[in-house]
């Protein structure tokens, strides 16, 4: 089995920032691409940033600048670096990796639980 598990969501002021990790752990053959996706109340999930095994990155226009993905390919860990943080970036953050796994390495994408982000005064 694979698990991906968040760390570092919580409670920030506007313009504060935090740093989100997920580790993936299991019988991991291969992690290919690794991201973070955010759903606030009442919207639909929606991309935050990717980044491939190679480490070449793509993120939303609303957090270019602001938000950085990086991945420690040694831990099997993706990190969001998130600074100058809205109210607007108010959601649950998901990670999600596409990773081959198990004897024959099947390959399909897998999420972590959820951490919280809430950017308030």
């Known amino acids: 089995q694979v698990q991906l598990v968040e760390s570092g969501g919580g409670l920030v002021q506007p313009g504060g920032s935090l740093r989100l990790s997920c580790a993936a752990s299991g019988s991991i053959f291969r992690i290919n691409a690794m991201g973070w996706y955010r759903q606030a109340p009442g919207k639909q999930r929606e991309l935050v940033a990717t980044?491939?095994?190679?480490?070449?990155?793509n993120a939303a226009d609303s957090v270019k600048g602001r938000f950085t993905i990086s991945r420690d390919n040694a831990k099997n860990t993706v990190y969001l670096q998130m600074n100058t943080l809205k109210p607007e970036d108010t959601a649950v953050y998901y990670c999600?990796?596409?990773?081959?796994?198990?004897?024959?390495?099947?390959?399909?994408?897998?999420w972590g639980q959820g951490t919280q982000i809430t950017v308030s005064s």
């Open positions: 980044i491939t095994s190679g480490g070449s990155t």
């Open positions: 999600s990796a596409n990773i081959s796994s198990g004897t024959f390495a099947y390959t399909r994408n897998y």
